[in-house]
């Protein structure tokens, strides 16, 4: 097999990356962090406490968590959700996120 044959099949295999997909990958985390700095920066002088990027990005995962367990009616994802916004088992919080989920599942099967 030639060296070029070979080269164009590094991409399908899995964890190598083409140059192309490097490049994305490294622009893609140049812009996250830009983002970050910009946002960190914004709340500098103000007020407000400063943003921390972590957080909201946590947050926005779990959003994005509750919304999928939501959509494919999966409550195991769910219970995943509530787990990671720290609300232990057997607690009010999670019995009562818990209680809704059990009651918005039954409504939409009507």
């Known amino acids: 097999m030639n060296v070029l044959r070979q080269l164009s099949l590094l991409h399908r295999i899995p964890g190598v990356r083409s140059d192309q997909e490097s490049i994305m990958a490294d622009r893609k985390d140049t812009e996250k962090d830009i983002e970050d700095v910009w946002r960190e920066e914004g709340s500098r002088g ?15 995962r779990i959003r994005k968590k509750m919304l999928e367990a939501i959509r494919h009616g999966d409550e195991n994802l769910f ?24 009651e918005n599942v039954r409504a939409s099967r009507r």
């Open 46 to 60: 103000s007020r407000r406490r400063k943003v921390d990027t972590t957080t909201a990005e946590q947050q926005a």
């Open 79 to 102: 219970v995943e959700a509530i787990l990671d916004l720290g609300h232990a088992p057997g607690s009010p919080e999670y019995d009562e996120y818990l209680k809704k989920w059990r």
